[in-house]
C-alpha cells in the first residue's frame, strides 16, 4: 500500500476522533481529565500525529462523547488500518537500517536527519519500542533478528485486533490486559483444546483473565514441587504434562448491576462503566479494586481421554489490611433481584478463610476430561478488609497428583470492603457519574 493511502487512513482515523471531541461539546481539557489521559496525548491522537497502541483508550474516548454502536465499529475498523499504518512503517525503518548500518560510533542509523516515519506513541501510554538507536554496533546478524521479532510483534498484534473486537457495548467479546479470547478463551496451562466449551451462562475464559499456573506432580500421592513452562502444550507426549487446563474470568456479572469498584479517582477521572466482556482491561486502566464482593469464574477442561479428579480448591490469603478509603463504582443500574447462582462462597473475612458451597452446588470432588468440562463459580466477599489472595485447585489421575495454582494474570485477586464509601453510579443514556444516594 502506498504511503499516500497510509496517511489517509490515519487521517480517517484522527478526523472520526475530533468529530467525536467537537459533538461532545468537551473542551481538550475536560475530555482528557474524563480519559485519564493528558491534554497533550489527546490533542496528538486527534491531529493525527499519533495513533494510540491500544484501543482501550479509543472506546473509552467514544464512550464519554456517546458515539453510536455503528461509530464505535466504524471507529475500532479505522484504527485497526492506522494501527497496520504504524506496522508498515516500523518496518520500513527497521529495513531502512538494516542497509544502512550504523555509523558505529553511538549506534545511531544513517540518515538520521530525514523526516521520522514512525507514529510515535504518547509518553502516557504502554508501548514497546523497537528504536535502531538501541542495536548494538557491528552486530548486523543480531540487529536483524531483533528487528525481524519487532516486526511480527507488530503484525501479531494487528492480527489480534481484526480477531478480538473490543466490544465495550457488549456485543463483542473481550480480546485480551494486560491489557483481558472468545472462540478459544486463553488456558492456564498449555494450548486449549478445539473442543473448548462456553461456560454455564453461554460466555467462554477471557483471554485478559488467564490463570497463572505453576503445577506441582508426583506419584503416589508425594508432591515433588516440579514445574512445568506455561507455554508447554498440557497433557502432551511429556510425562510431566499436567493433564487439565484452567480458564479465568475475575468478574463474573450475574447482572450489570452486581459488579462494584473502588477507584483512587475522582468521578471526573473515570470513564464510563464497563461490560463484563471489558472489565479487565477497565479494572487495569484505573487500578481498580472489586468492592465489597467479587465473582470469579473457572473453567477446568481434561487435555486427553483420561478422567482427572479435582480433589478440592482452596483459597489462600496473601495479604490483609484496612479497607480502601476509595470511591465506589457501579458498572450497572436499574437491575432487579438476582437468581442465586450456583456457586462456592469464601469469607475472606474469616481466620482461616475456605471455600464453601452454596445454593445447591455440590462439594468436591469433580471429574473432568477433554469432553467432560466443569465450570466454577467462586463468591470471595469481604465487610472489613482489603484482601488480596489467591486459588490452588489439587487434582489427581491415576497415579498423579498435583497441584493448580490460580490467579488473576500473574497477580492475585483483590477484594476490598466498601462500607461507608462514597458510591456513583452511571445513569443509562448519562454523560457522567452521578453521586448514589444513601
Known amino acids: 500500500m502506498s504511503g499516500a493511502t497510509g496517511a489517509d487512513e490515519t487521517e480517517a482515523f484522527a478526523r472520526l476522533l475530533m468529530e467525536l471531541k467537537d459533538r461532545s461539546g468537551l473542551s481538550y481539557g475536560t475530555l482528557a481529565r474524563r480519559l485519564h489521559m493528558s491534554t497533550s496525548t489527546l490533542h496528538r491522537y486527534c491531529n493525527g500525529t499519533a495513533v494510540p497502541v ?78 535502531p538507536s538501541l542495536v548494538p554496533p557491528r552486530r548486523p546478524r543480531r540487529r536483524a533478528v531483533l528487528i525481524a521479532v519487532a516486526a511480527v510483534a507488530v503484525v501479531a498484534a494487528v492480527v489480534l485486533a481484526v480477531r478480538l473486537p473490543f466490544g465495550g457495548d457488549g456485543s463483542g467479546d473481550e480480546p485480551a490486559a494486560g491489557d483481558t479470547a472468545p472462540a478459544t478463551g486463553t488456558w492456564a496451562a498449555g494450548k486449549p483444546s478445539a473442543s473448548s466449551s462456553p461456560d454455564a451462562k453461554g460466555r467462554k475464559p477471557s483471554a485478559s483473565a488467564t490463570a497463572s499456573v505453576t503445577p506441582s506432580e508426583g506419584t503416589g500421592g508425594a508432591s515433588n514441587g516440579g514445574e512445568q513452562g506455561a507455554d508447554r502444550p498440557a497433557g502432551g507426549s511429556s510425562s510431566g504434562a499436567i493433564p487439565l487446563t484452567v480458564g479465568t474470568r475475575p468478574y463474573v456479572y450475574d447482572s450489570p448491576c452486581s459488579q462494584h469498584f473502588l477507584v483512587n479517582s475522582e468521578p471526573e477521572q473515570v470513564g464510563p462503566p464497563a461490560s463484563e466482556p471489558d472489565a479487565p482491561r477497565w479494572a487495569a486502566a484505573y487500578g481498580a479494586v472489586s468492592s465489597g464482593e467479587q465473582e470469579v469464574a473457572l473453567t477446568v477442561q481434561g487435555t486427553g481421554q483420561e478422567t482427572v479428579v479435582l480433589e ?68 470471595a466477599r469481604s465487610k472489613a478488609h482489603d484482601v488480596r489472595w489467591d486459588l490452588t485447585l489439587d487434582w489427581s489421575s491415576g497415579s498423579r497428583r498435583g497441584t493448580v495454582h490460580i490467579d488473576n494474570a500473574g497477580t492475585p485477586f483483590r477484594t476490598s470492603a466498601d462500607v461507608d464509601r462514597p458510591g456513583y453510579d452511571y445513569p443509562l443514556g448519562g454523560s457522567e457519574w452521578i453521586k448514589r444516594e444513601s
Not at 93 to 112: L, M, Q
Open 312 to 379: 478440592a480448591l482452596h483459597v489462600r490469603v496473601l495479604t490483609k489490611g484496612a479497607p480502601l478509603a476509595w470511591n465506589d463504582y457501579s458498572m450497572g443500574v436499574g437491575c432487579g433481584g438476582g437468581v442465586g447462582t450456583k456457586s462456592f462462597d469464601i469469607d475472606l473475612d474469616n481466620g482461616s478463610p475456605t471455600v464453601t458451597a452454596k445454593n445447591g452446588q455440590r462439594e468436591f470432588p469433580y471429574k473432568v476430561s477433554e469432553s467432560d468440562p466443569e465450570v466454577f463459580y467462586v463468591f
Open 54 to 131: 491500544e484501543y482501550a483508550p479509543v472506546e473509552r474516548l467514544a464512550r464519554v462523547c456517546r458515539a453510536t454502536p455503528q461509530e464505535l465499529v466504524e471507529l475500532h475498523r479505522h484504527w485497526i488500518l492506522a494501527d497496520a499504518v504504524r506496522g508498515r512503517r516500523a518496518e520500513q525503518v527497521a529495513g531502512a537500517a538494516g542497509s544502512d548500518g550504523t555509523d558505529g560510533s553511538d549506534g545511531s542509523v544513517k540518515g538520521a536527519d530525514a523526516p521520522a516515519t514512525d507514529v510515535q506513541p504518547p509518553v502516557d501510554e504502554p508501548v514497546v519500542v523497537s528504536s
